[in-house]
Protein backbone atom coordinates (compact mmCIF):
# COMPACT_ATOMS: atom_id res chain seq x y z
CA UNK A 1 0.00 0.00 0.00
CA UNK A 2 1.57 3.36 1.08
CA UNK A 3 0.34 6.65 -0.31
CA UNK A 4 0.35 7.22 -4.15
CA UNK A 5 -1.11 9.41 -7.11
CA UNK A 6 -2.73 7.85 -10.34
CA UNK A 7 -3.15 10.28 -12.77
CA UNK A 8 -4.91 9.69 -16.71
CA UNK A 9 -6.68 11.65 -19.52
CA UNK A 10 -9.76 10.89 -17.60
CA UNK A 11 -10.85 10.21 -14.08
CA UNK A 12 -14.40 8.81 -14.04
CA UNK A 13 -16.08 10.04 -10.57
CA UNK A 14 -19.52 8.70 -10.69
CA UNK A 15 -22.15 8.54 -13.50
CA UNK A 16 -22.82 12.63 -13.10
CA UNK A 17 -19.23 14.29 -13.57
CA UNK A 18 -15.94 13.23 -14.64
CA UNK A 19 -12.62 15.37 -14.91
CA UNK A 20 -9.94 15.68 -18.09
CA UNK A 21 -6.55 15.31 -17.28
CA UNK A 22 -7.30 14.35 -13.35
CA UNK A 23 -5.70 12.60 -10.75
CA UNK A 24 -6.18 10.70 -7.54
CA UNK A 25 -4.30 10.42 -4.30
CA UNK A 26 -4.31 7.23 -2.37
CA UNK A 27 -3.12 6.87 1.16
CA UNK A 28 -3.15 3.52 1.69
CA UNK A 29 -6.95 1.94 1.08
CA UNK A 30 -8.57 5.07 0.84
CA UNK A 31 -8.97 7.66 -2.15
CA UNK A 32 -7.65 11.07 -0.26
CA UNK A 33 -8.55 13.40 -3.03
CA UNK A 34 -9.56 13.65 -6.60
CA UNK A 35 -9.16 16.74 -8.94
CA UNK A 36 -7.23 18.08 -11.75
CA UNK A 37 -3.46 16.83 -12.26
CA UNK A 38 -2.20 19.89 -12.31
CA UNK A 39 -3.35 21.22 -8.79
CA UNK A 40 -3.03 17.52 -7.22
CA UNK A 41 0.65 17.32 -8.67
CA UNK A 42 1.68 20.70 -7.38
CA UNK A 43 -0.24 19.97 -3.75
CA UNK A 44 1.58 16.44 -3.59
CA UNK A 45 4.49 16.87 -5.34
CA UNK A 46 6.54 14.89 -3.21
CA UNK A 47 4.02 11.57 -3.59
CA UNK A 48 4.90 9.01 -6.35
CA UNK A 49 2.96 9.20 -9.24
CA UNK A 50 1.84 6.73 -11.76
CA UNK A 51 0.58 8.67 -14.79
CA UNK A 52 -1.40 5.93 -16.98
CA UNK A 53 -1.54 9.12 -20.10
CA UNK A 54 -4.38 8.09 -22.17
CA UNK A 55 -6.31 6.17 -20.38
CA UNK A 56 -9.27 6.13 -18.07
CA UNK A 57 -9.84 5.78 -14.29
CA UNK A 58 -13.42 4.33 -13.21
CA UNK A 59 -14.70 2.89 -10.12
CA UNK A 60 -14.26 -0.82 -9.92
CA UNK A 61 -17.90 -2.99 -10.95
CA UNK A 62 -19.48 -4.58 -8.49
CA UNK A 63 -20.82 -7.93 -10.13
CA UNK A 64 -24.08 -8.29 -7.63
CA UNK A 65 -25.44 -11.58 -8.64
CA UNK A 66 -22.85 -14.89 -10.20
CA UNK A 67 -22.26 -18.54 -9.34
CA UNK A 68 -18.60 -17.74 -10.00
CA UNK A 69 -17.22 -21.66 -9.81
CA UNK A 70 -19.72 -22.62 -12.19
CA UNK A 71 -17.07 -21.18 -14.89
CA UNK A 72 -15.82 -24.92 -14.95
CA UNK A 73 -19.21 -25.72 -16.73
CA UNK A 74 -19.09 -23.28 -19.60
CA UNK A 75 -20.56 -24.75 -22.38
CA UNK A 76 -21.17 -27.97 -20.86
CA UNK A 77 -25.67 -27.70 -21.38
CA UNK A 78 -26.09 -24.71 -24.16
CA UNK A 79 -29.60 -23.69 -25.61
CA UNK A 80 -31.98 -24.62 -23.07
CA UNK A 81 -34.58 -23.42 -21.26
CA UNK A 82 -33.70 -22.85 -17.83
CA UNK A 83 -35.78 -25.38 -16.02
CA UNK A 84 -34.75 -28.32 -18.12
CA UNK A 85 -31.27 -26.86 -17.95
CA UNK A 86 -31.01 -26.65 -13.82
CA UNK A 87 -33.70 -29.87 -13.46
CA UNK A 88 -31.69 -32.38 -15.84
CA UNK A 89 -28.38 -31.05 -16.46
CA UNK A 90 -27.15 -28.25 -13.78
CA UNK A 91 -28.42 -29.81 -10.30
CA UNK A 92 -27.68 -33.61 -11.04
CA UNK A 93 -24.04 -32.42 -12.37
CA UNK A 94 -23.26 -30.15 -9.48
CA UNK A 95 -24.73 -33.10 -7.21
CA UNK A 96 -22.05 -35.59 -9.16
CA UNK A 97 -19.04 -33.64 -9.51
CA UNK A 98 -18.98 -30.28 -7.24
CA UNK A 99 -16.51 -30.44 -4.09
CA UNK A 100 -14.01 -28.30 -2.34
CA UNK A 101 -11.33 -29.68 -5.00
CA UNK A 102 -13.61 -28.42 -7.56
CA UNK A 103 -13.93 -25.18 -6.03
CA UNK A 104 -10.07 -24.75 -5.82
CA UNK A 105 -9.48 -25.89 -9.15
CA UNK A 106 -12.69 -23.75 -10.75
CA UNK A 107 -13.19 -20.01 -8.48
CA UNK A 108 -9.77 -18.34 -9.02
CA UNK A 109 -10.42 -19.14 -12.81
CA UNK A 110 -13.71 -16.74 -12.60
CA UNK A 111 -11.89 -14.27 -10.39
CA UNK A 112 -9.27 -13.74 -12.74
CA UNK A 113 -11.84 -13.53 -15.25
CA UNK A 114 -13.36 -10.96 -13.49
CA UNK A 115 -10.46 -8.75 -12.28
CA UNK A 116 -9.66 -8.64 -16.16
CA UNK A 117 -12.91 -6.92 -17.01
CA UNK A 118 -12.68 -4.91 -14.22
CA UNK A 119 -15.03 -6.57 -11.53
CA UNK A 120 -13.60 -5.41 -7.79
CA UNK A 121 -16.72 -6.88 -6.47
CA UNK A 122 -18.78 -10.07 -6.70
CA UNK A 123 -21.80 -11.24 -5.35
CA UNK A 124 -21.73 -14.99 -5.12
CA UNK A 125 -24.42 -17.64 -4.20
CA UNK A 126 -23.27 -21.25 -4.64
CA UNK A 127 -21.69 -24.25 -2.56
CA UNK A 128 -18.81 -24.44 -0.13
CA UNK A 129 -17.87 -20.82 0.73
CA UNK A 130 -15.74 -21.14 3.26
CA UNK A 131 -13.24 -22.20 0.99
CA UNK A 132 -14.27 -19.93 -1.22
CA UNK A 133 -13.93 -17.14 1.14
CA UNK A 134 -10.12 -18.63 1.52
CA UNK A 135 -9.46 -17.93 -2.29
CA UNK A 136 -10.98 -14.60 -1.87
CA UNK A 137 -8.86 -13.43 0.60
CA UNK A 138 -5.65 -15.11 -0.87
CA UNK A 139 -6.52 -12.81 -4.14
CA UNK A 140 -7.44 -9.74 -2.98
CA UNK A 141 -10.58 -9.30 -4.81
CA UNK A 142 -14.00 -8.20 -3.15
CA UNK A 143 -16.36 -10.78 -2.20
CA UNK A 144 -20.02 -11.21 -1.03
CA UNK A 145 -20.46 -15.29 -0.15
CA UNK A 146 -23.38 -16.40 0.45
CA UNK A 147 -23.51 -20.47 0.88
CA UNK A 148 -27.06 -21.68 -1.55
CA UNK A 149 -29.90 -22.70 0.90
CA UNK A 150 -32.51 -25.03 -0.89
CA UNK A 151 -35.05 -27.79 0.44
CA UNK A 152 -33.32 -30.90 -1.24
CA UNK A 153 -29.50 -31.94 -0.80
CA UNK A 154 -26.68 -29.76 -2.01
CA UNK A 155 -23.24 -30.84 -3.18
CA UNK A 156 -22.02 -29.41 0.37
CA UNK A 157 -25.12 -30.45 2.71
CA UNK A 158 -28.04 -33.22 2.87
CA UNK A 159 -30.67 -30.67 4.43
CA UNK A 160 -31.25 -26.99 4.69
CA UNK A 161 -30.88 -27.01 8.43
CA UNK A 162 -27.51 -28.61 8.27
CA UNK A 163 -26.39 -25.39 5.22
CA UNK A 164 -28.28 -22.78 7.70
CA UNK A 165 -25.73 -23.68 10.67
CA UNK A 166 -22.89 -23.77 8.30
CA UNK A 167 -24.19 -20.02 7.61
CA UNK A 168 -24.39 -18.94 11.39
CA UNK A 169 -21.00 -19.71 11.79
CA UNK A 170 -19.74 -18.48 8.34
CA UNK A 171 -21.33 -15.24 9.45
CA UNK A 172 -19.48 -15.09 12.89
CA UNK A 173 -16.45 -15.74 11.28
CA UNK A 174 -16.68 -13.22 8.35
CA UNK A 175 -19.05 -10.41 9.41
CA UNK A 176 -15.93 -8.02 10.25
CA UNK A 177 -13.44 -9.34 7.52
CA UNK A 178 -11.85 -6.47 5.24
CA UNK A 179 -12.89 -8.46 1.64
CA UNK A 180 -15.42 -11.04 2.77
CA UNK A 181 -18.85 -10.25 3.20
CA UNK A 182 -21.57 -12.93 4.57
CA UNK A 183 -24.82 -13.29 2.96
CA UNK A 184 -28.21 -15.34 3.25
CA UNK A 185 -28.53 -17.13 0.04
CA UNK A 186 -32.19 -19.16 -0.23
CA UNK A 187 -32.42 -19.90 -3.74
CA UNK A 188 -35.88 -18.89 -5.40
CA UNK A 189 -39.35 -19.15 -3.85
CA UNK A 190 -40.39 -22.11 -5.86
CA UNK A 191 -37.20 -24.35 -4.47
CA UNK A 192 -37.33 -22.92 -0.78
CA UNK A 193 -40.34 -23.75 1.58
CA UNK A 194 -41.66 -20.44 3.02
CA UNK A 195 -40.52 -21.77 6.53
CA UNK A 196 -36.62 -21.94 5.12
CA UNK A 197 -37.36 -18.76 3.51
CA UNK A 198 -38.17 -17.06 6.44
CA UNK A 199 -35.42 -18.92 8.86
CA UNK A 200 -33.05 -17.43 6.00
CA UNK A 201 -34.59 -13.71 6.39
CA UNK A 202 -34.30 -14.42 10.35
CA UNK A 203 -31.00 -15.47 10.28
CA UNK A 204 -30.24 -12.37 8.26
CA UNK A 205 -31.75 -9.45 10.33
CA UNK A 206 -30.01 -11.56 13.30
CA UNK A 207 -26.77 -9.89 11.78
CA UNK A 208 -27.96 -7.35 9.57
CA UNK A 209 -26.20 -8.81 6.07
CA UNK A 210 -27.23 -8.72 3.05
CA UNK A 211 -29.98 -11.57 1.51
CA UNK A 212 -29.32 -13.44 -1.88
CA UNK A 213 -32.08 -14.99 -3.83
CA UNK A 214 -33.66 -15.66 -7.60
CA UNK A 215 -36.87 -14.14 -8.08
CA UNK A 216 -39.13 -14.23 -11.24
CA UNK A 217 -36.21 -15.30 -13.83
CA UNK A 218 -38.62 -16.91 -16.12
CA UNK A 219 -42.80 -17.01 -16.93
CA UNK A 220 -42.69 -20.42 -15.54
CA UNK A 221 -41.79 -19.48 -11.88
CA UNK A 222 -44.11 -16.31 -12.46
CA UNK A 223 -46.96 -19.11 -13.19
CA UNK A 224 -46.02 -21.56 -10.20
CA UNK A 225 -45.94 -19.26 -7.85
CA UNK A 226 -49.34 -18.19 -8.71
CA UNK A 227 -50.55 -21.87 -8.61
CA UNK A 228 -49.04 -22.84 -5.30
CA UNK A 229 -49.70 -19.69 -3.72
CA UNK A 230 -52.30 -17.92 -5.37
CA UNK A 231 -49.86 -14.89 -5.53
CA UNK A 232 -47.26 -13.34 -8.20
CA UNK A 233 -43.54 -14.20 -6.41
CA UNK A 234 -43.29 -10.58 -5.17
CA UNK A 235 -46.43 -10.55 -3.56
CA UNK A 236 -46.07 -13.72 -2.19
CA UNK A 237 -42.65 -12.88 -0.61
CA UNK A 238 -43.99 -9.60 0.38
CA UNK A 239 -46.75 -11.18 2.31
CA UNK A 240 -44.85 -13.35 4.35
CA UNK A 241 -42.45 -10.78 4.97
CA UNK A 242 -39.65 -11.44 3.74
CA UNK A 243 -38.55 -8.69 1.64
CA UNK A 244 -36.33 -5.35 2.62
CA UNK A 245 -33.50 -3.20 1.78
CA UNK A 246 -31.15 -5.65 2.14
CA UNK A 247 -32.46 -8.22 0.06
CA UNK A 248 -31.05 -8.68 -3.90
CA UNK A 249 -33.47 -9.74 -5.80
CA UNK A 250 -31.69 -11.19 -9.10
CA UNK A 251 -33.17 -11.46 -12.71
CA UNK A 252 -36.93 -9.73 -11.76
CA UNK A 253 -38.15 -10.23 -14.96
CA UNK A 254 -41.61 -11.23 -14.93
CA UNK A 255 -43.49 -8.85 -12.48
CA UNK A 256 -46.59 -6.85 -12.62
CA UNK A 257 -47.39 -3.21 -12.06
CA UNK A 258 -48.43 -4.43 -8.31
CA UNK A 259 -45.23 -6.08 -7.98
CA UNK A 260 -43.32 -2.98 -8.92
CA UNK A 261 -44.89 -1.10 -6.46
CA UNK A 262 -43.60 -3.52 -3.72
CA UNK A 263 -40.60 -3.15 -5.07
CA UNK A 264 -40.00 0.25 -4.38
CA UNK A 265 -42.49 -0.12 -1.01
CA UNK A 266 -39.95 -2.95 0.30
CA UNK A 267 -36.94 -0.94 -1.11
CA UNK A 268 -35.91 -4.32 -2.52
CA UNK A 269 -32.54 -4.31 -4.33
CA UNK A 270 -32.79 -5.30 -8.60
CA UNK A 271 -30.01 -7.34 -10.22
CA UNK A 272 -30.21 -7.60 -13.60
CA UNK A 273 -28.49 -10.27 -16.02
CA UNK A 274 -29.49 -9.51 -19.27
CA UNK A 275 -26.99 -11.65 -21.28
CA UNK A 276 -28.05 -14.39 -19.26
CA UNK A 277 -31.88 -14.25 -19.30
CA UNK A 278 -31.44 -13.18 -22.98
CA UNK A 279 -29.50 -16.92 -23.42
CA UNK A 280 -31.66 -19.04 -21.79
CA UNK A 281 -34.79 -16.90 -23.28
CA UNK A 282 -36.07 -16.09 -20.00
CA UNK A 283 -36.91 -12.45 -20.65
CA UNK A 284 -35.81 -9.02 -20.67
CA UNK A 285 -36.61 -7.39 -17.44
CA UNK A 286 -38.66 -4.08 -17.28
CA UNK A 287 -35.55 -2.26 -16.14
CA UNK A 288 -36.29 1.63 -17.40
CA UNK A 289 -39.70 0.83 -15.50
CA UNK A 290 -37.83 0.15 -12.11
CA UNK A 291 -35.47 2.98 -12.78
CA UNK A 292 -38.02 5.62 -13.80
CA UNK A 293 -40.01 4.61 -10.27
CA UNK A 294 -36.67 5.06 -8.17
CA UNK A 295 -36.09 1.49 -7.71
CA UNK A 296 -32.29 0.22 -6.82
CA UNK A 297 -30.54 -1.55 -9.58
CA UNK A 298 -27.51 -3.34 -10.32
CA UNK A 299 -25.85 -5.54 -12.86
CA UNK A 300 -24.95 -9.39 -12.69
CA UNK A 301 -23.63 -11.51 -14.93
CA UNK A 302 -24.99 -14.96 -13.80
CA UNK A 303 -23.03 -17.69 -13.72
CA UNK A 304 -20.47 -18.32 -16.53
CA UNK A 305 -22.44 -21.84 -16.87
CA UNK A 306 -25.53 -19.65 -18.36
CA UNK A 307 -23.82 -16.44 -19.85
CA UNK A 308 -21.19 -17.64 -20.98
CA UNK A 309 -18.50 -15.38 -19.75
CA UNK A 310 -17.87 -12.75 -16.94
CA UNK A 311 -16.99 -9.82 -18.95
CA UNK A 312 -18.69 -6.47 -17.16
CA UNK A 313 -18.53 -3.84 -20.23
CA UNK A 314 -19.72 -6.34 -22.49
CA UNK A 315 -22.90 -6.66 -20.00
CA UNK A 316 -23.24 -3.18 -19.81
CA UNK A 317 -23.90 -2.68 -23.22
CA UNK A 318 -26.08 -5.85 -23.65
CA UNK A 319 -28.35 -4.25 -20.90
CA UNK A 320 -28.82 -0.64 -22.69
CA UNK A 321 -29.44 -2.81 -26.50
CA UNK A 322 -31.78 -4.88 -24.51
CA UNK A 323 -33.83 -1.97 -23.28
CA UNK A 324 -33.58 0.51 -25.80
CA UNK A 325 -35.11 -2.61 -28.22
CA UNK A 326 -37.90 -4.04 -25.49
CA UNK A 327 -39.13 -0.50 -25.42
CA UNK A 328 -38.74 0.56 -28.75
CA UNK A 329 -36.83 4.07 -27.74
CA UNK A 330 -33.30 4.87 -28.29
CA UNK A 331 -33.08 7.08 -25.44
CA UNK A 332 -33.83 3.71 -22.96
CA UNK A 333 -30.52 3.19 -20.32
CA UNK A 334 -28.25 5.39 -21.32
CA UNK A 335 -24.42 4.59 -21.05
CA UNK A 336 -24.31 6.60 -17.91
CA UNK A 337 -27.81 4.97 -16.37
CA UNK A 338 -25.93 1.56 -17.04
CA UNK A 339 -22.52 2.69 -15.81
CA UNK A 340 -24.38 3.93 -12.62
CA UNK A 341 -26.07 0.20 -12.00
CA UNK A 342 -22.62 -1.37 -12.79
CA UNK A 343 -20.74 0.70 -9.76
CA UNK A 344 -22.59 2.75 -7.48
CA UNK A 345 -26.29 0.82 -7.89
CA UNK A 346 -24.45 -2.35 -6.79
CA UNK A 347 -22.49 -0.58 -3.91
CA UNK A 348 -25.69 0.01 -2.55
CA UNK A 349 -27.28 -2.81 -3.04
CA UNK A 350 -24.67 -4.49 -1.00
CA UNK A 351 -24.96 -2.03 1.71
CA UNK A 352 -21.72 -0.47 1.14
CA UNK A 353 -23.01 2.51 -1.02
CA UNK A 354 -21.01 4.98 1.67
CA UNK A 355 -17.71 3.27 1.11
CA UNK A 356 -17.72 1.83 -2.38
CA UNK A 357 -19.32 2.68 -5.96
CA UNK A 358 -17.46 6.23 -7.11
CA UNK A 359 -13.92 7.75 -6.78
CA UNK A 360 -14.80 10.35 -4.35
CA UNK A 361 -12.83 11.34 -1.05
CA UNK A 362 -13.23 9.07 1.68
CA UNK A 363 -14.35 6.05 -0.26
CA UNK A 364 -12.39 2.65 -0.34
CA UNK A 365 -9.66 3.00 -3.48
CA UNK A 366 -11.21 0.07 -5.54
CA UNK A 367 -10.71 1.34 -9.13
CA UNK A 368 -9.78 0.18 -12.82
CA UNK A 369 -7.96 2.01 -15.17
CA UNK A 370 -8.85 1.61 -19.14
CA UNK A 371 -6.29 2.37 -21.81
CA UNK A 372 -7.65 4.15 -25.03
CA UNK A 373 -4.68 3.92 -27.14
CA UNK A 374 -6.73 1.24 -29.38
CA UNK A 375 -8.22 2.30 -32.76
CA UNK A 376 -12.14 0.77 -31.47
CA UNK A 377 -11.21 3.35 -28.82
CA UNK A 378 -10.59 6.55 -31.50
CA UNK A 379 -11.55 9.48 -30.97
CA UNK A 380 -13.07 10.25 -27.62
CA UNK A 381 -15.90 12.61 -26.99
CA UNK A 382 -17.86 11.19 -23.96
CA UNK A 383 -15.91 8.84 -21.75
CA UNK A 384 -19.23 7.03 -20.69
CA UNK A 385 -19.90 6.26 -24.04
CA UNK A 386 -16.41 4.61 -24.84
CA UNK A 387 -16.84 2.48 -21.56
CA UNK A 388 -20.17 1.21 -22.20
CA UNK A 389 -20.32 0.83 -26.36
CA UNK A 390 -16.54 0.62 -27.68
CA UNK A 391 -14.59 -0.60 -25.16
CA UNK A 392 -13.95 -4.19 -24.08
CA UNK A 393 -12.71 -6.16 -21.42
CA UNK A 394 -9.36 -6.63 -22.99
CA UNK A 395 -8.87 -2.90 -23.07
CA UNK A 396 -8.45 -2.59 -18.72
CA UNK A 397 -5.20 -2.50 -18.18
CA UNK A 398 -5.03 -2.35 -14.39
CA UNK A 399 -7.08 -3.09 -11.53
CA UNK A 400 -6.72 -2.00 -7.81
CA UNK A 401 -8.55 -3.58 -4.68
CA UNK A 402 -8.40 -1.79 -1.16
CA UNK A 403 -5.52 0.06 -2.67
CA UNK A 404 -3.66 -2.88 -4.10
CA UNK A 405 -2.77 -3.71 -7.35
CA UNK A 406 -4.36 -7.05 -8.08
CA UNK A 407 -4.18 -6.64 -11.80
CA UNK A 408 -0.86 -4.78 -13.42
CA UNK A 409 -0.67 -4.65 -17.99
CA UNK A 410 -3.35 -7.12 -17.69
CA UNK A 411 -1.11 -9.74 -15.73
CA UNK A 412 -2.50 -10.73 -12.15
CA UNK A 413 -0.56 -9.82 -9.39
CA UNK A 414 -1.94 -12.76 -6.62
CA UNK A 415 -3.07 -14.97 -8.95
CA UNK A 416 -1.18 -17.82 -10.22
CA UNK A 417 -2.12 -17.80 -14.45
CA UNK A 418 -0.30 -21.16 -15.43
CA UNK A 419 -1.76 -22.69 -12.32
CA UNK A 420 -5.26 -21.99 -12.79
CA UNK A 421 -5.03 -22.93 -16.32
CA UNK A 422 -3.39 -26.22 -15.45
CA UNK A 423 -6.35 -27.02 -12.68
CA UNK A 424 -9.17 -26.21 -14.69
CA UNK A 425 -7.34 -28.31 -17.79
CA UNK A 426 -7.50 -31.41 -15.02
CA UNK A 427 -10.91 -30.07 -13.86
CA UNK A 428 -12.08 -30.41 -17.72
CA UNK A 429 -10.59 -33.79 -18.18
CA UNK A 430 -12.23 -34.98 -15.00
CA UNK A 431 -15.73 -33.73 -15.95
CA UNK A 432 -15.19 -34.88 -19.64
CA UNK A 433 -14.29 -38.53 -18.19
CA UNK A 434 -17.60 -38.59 -15.71
CA UNK A 435 -20.09 -37.53 -17.87
CA UNK A 436 -18.84 -38.96 -20.68
CA UNK A 437 -18.64 -36.55 -22.80
Known amino acids: MGTYL ?3 RYIIIN ?59 RGLADDLPLKTWLEN ?22 IYEMLASGIT ?42 ALNFTESFIKEYRRDPLVIPAVAPHAPYSCSKELLLKAKALADRYDIPVLIHVAETKWEFEEIKNRYGDTPFTYLHKIGFLDNKVISAHSVWVSEEDMDIILRDKVNISHN ?40 EEMRTASFLQKIKYMNPVKLSAKEVFHMA ?12 KLGSLEKGKLADLIVLNLDSPHLKPVYD ?23 LLKDGTPTTLDRERIFSDIKELEQEIIKELNL
Open 6 to 8: LSA
Open 15 to 73: AKKFIRDGAILVKDNIILDVGEKKLLKNKYGNQPCIDFKDSLIAPGFINTHTHAAMVAM
Open 89 to 110: FIWPVELKLVTRDFIKKSLPLA
Open 121 to 162: TFVDMYFFQDTAAQIVKDAGIRAVLGEGLIDFKTPAFDNPEE
Open 274 to 313: PESNAKLSSGIAPIAEYLQRGINVSLGTDGAASNNNLDFI
Open 343 to 354: TQGGADAIGLGD
Open 383 to 405: PYSHLVYSARASDITHVIVNGEF
